[in-house]
């Protein structure tokens, strides 16, 4: 009997065809694309131009900007290496930590964290498509002063346009989704070029300033923003930094993944936030006053046809934002929970039916509502980094059991106790209190900027601590043959080498 012929079949409960090992054709670009949609939005155009209007000087901004970012890519560049090797995606790497049916525990968490930003970037981007309808039916105007459940009849009609447009593109798979990023990334570049240009010429390039601020600072209280900035830019990125091995997963190699994280992390961050920060410094003379929203700034443009093609852009990016970043994470997330049942497109569904009902337009319109919203996800997040990472670079040393991520057969690898590591569940739930209560104490100031990070590093030292016994016996089983790390079963879906 051949090896592979004695190799178990995948278990129904874990395995079904989206979730097995991918066929590997994405390059750099394709990853290049990914951050720029990801990054080309109305969230991160406000979110830029928030960060020169701390009060630094715009070369401490831009600093500032570079260091935070940087440590995005290398966390997006840890977060994908399992995922790239084994083909896998997040829910699945989780596995190897949680157990195979204790990953549902972060699978869920980052799923309903999707459902949030899914519905609050569908949200703005029917704002931007209000903005179209108007200029060219005006006799729409009386909608936009009815309202239901908190949202005007024109924004309904535009939130429903939004919601089936990206349903569609979701609904045609991943290939689709990949052809749709590489072109939406780009036209919003062409976009933001020339409305910065336009901003350039009417208010005068020596009107234009790097610094928003109403007011400097300097010594110790700009170094303190300086690392409030980076933690900002940090926290920003990190919910579709923890599940970017959903995309990964694809790459041929992982140079392709460094790559692709290189020019659209920190080449295409700074030059986005330049190009933001010219824009919004260049409505004070132009409008009379800073606008930081992209939609309002084209929306006051006198010629419609610059308009409407300014809001159909920034409707464009967040459609791209939002399917890399909160459609495809949950279609997985959902998807692992009950795979048989549950396919990809039915857990992007899930997310999307959800999205409606948390009324998203009411989350964004109360500041506070968002603010705490934002915090407690930023909380919720860290820990899953912290355990993650840890459980593959330390404990399990890279080495991956790819027949066992899909095997409930007690005794294997990432069977742990009935397919629970409730040691890992136990360190998130602790590690994710600490975040909290960092956030929501009183009288702690700038430290809740750092409940991201602070929740990692608690979650990864719990976990290395206890999981010292774990990682010994890890060592022992690597060198039995049974155990070593394979390049799949053969029941599962082969990839293509690539060299």
């Not at 931007?128 to 006799?139: C, I, N, Q």
């Not at 569940?425 to 929501?440: E, G, P």
Request: proline share 5%; with cysteine; net charge negative.
């Amino acid at each position: 009997m051949s090896e592979a012929t004695q190799r178990s079949q995948p278990s129904e409960r874990l395995y079904n065809e989206d979730l097995a090992p991918a066929h590997q054709t994405w390059n750099w670009y394709n990853i290049f694309a990914f951050w720029m949609s990801d990054v080309h939005s109305v969230g991160g155009y406000v979110f830029a131009a928030s960060l020169f209007a701390l009060g630094l000087a715009g070369w401490q901004v831009l600093l500032s900007l570079l260091v935070g970012i940087c440590i995005v890519q290398l966390f997006a560049n840890l977060i994908a290496r399992p995922s790239q090797k084994a083909g896998v995606p997040f829910p699945v790497v989780c596995r190897l930590s949680f157990g195979v049916f204790g990953a549902n525990v972060p699978a869920i968490i980052r799923g309903l964290i999707a459902v949030v930003w899914y519905g609050i970037q569908t949200y703005l981007a029917s704002a931007a498509l209000s903005v179209v309808l108007l200029r060219f039916f005006p006799t729409m105007e009386p909608l936009a002063g009815m309202y239901f459940v908190g949202l005007s009849y024109l924004g309904w009609v535009s939130f429903g346009i939004m919601w089936i447009l990206q349903a569609f593109v979701f609904w045609h798979g991943m290939e689709a989704i990949k052809r749709f990023i590489d072109w939406a990334g780009p036209a919003v570049y062409l976009v933001m070029f020339l409305l910065a240009g336009w901003i350039v010429w009417e208010a005068g390039w020596e009107n234009v300033s790097f610094t928003l601020g109403s007011k400097d600072l300097d010594g110790w209280d700009a170094a303190w923003q300086m690392v409030v900035a980076i933690a900002l830019v940090a926290g920003y990125f990190a919910g579709p930094t923890l599940n970017f091995g959903d995309f990964s997963r694809y790459c041929r190699t992982e140079n392709d993944v460094r790559r692709g994280n290189f020019w659209g992390l920190p080449v295409n961050f700074l030059l986005f936030s330049v190009v933001t920060v010219i824009t919004v410094s260049g409505t004070i003379p132009v409008f009379g006053e800073m606008i930081q929203d992209p939609i309002e700034t084209v929306s006051r443009i006198d010629n419609t046809m610059a308009a409407v093609l300014g809001a159909f852009t920034f409707v464009t990016a967040t459609i791209g934002i939002n399917i890399v970043a909160n459609f495809v994470s949950p279609a997985f997330d959902f998807a692992n929970v009950n795979p048989q049942k549950i396919s990809w497109r039915a857990g992007g569904m899930i997310a999307a039916v959800g999205s409606v009902f948390i009324t998203p337009w009411n989350l964004f319109n109360n500041p506070e509502v968002i603010h705490y919203t934002v915090d407690v996800l930023a909380g919720v997040i860290g820990p899953l980094y912290g355990i993650v990472l840890v459980d593959y670079y330390f404990t399990k040393r890279q080495q991956i059991d790819e027949e066992a991520l899909f095997s409930d057969e007690p005794g294997r690898r990432y069977w742990y106790d009935n397919g629970w590591n409730w040691m890992a569940v136990k360190v998130t739930a602790v590690s994710t209190a600490v975040a909290l209560a960092i956030n929501f104490a009183p009288g702690l100031g700038d430290l809740k900027n750092f409940s991201l990070f602070i929740g990692g590093a608690v979650a990864a030292g719990l976990y290395a601590h206890f999981s010292r016994a774990e990682a010994a016996q890890s060592v022992r089983n690597e060198a039995a043959p049974a155990t070593e790390e394979s390049a799949g079963p053969a029941t599962l879906e082969p990839r293509p080498s690539v060299d």
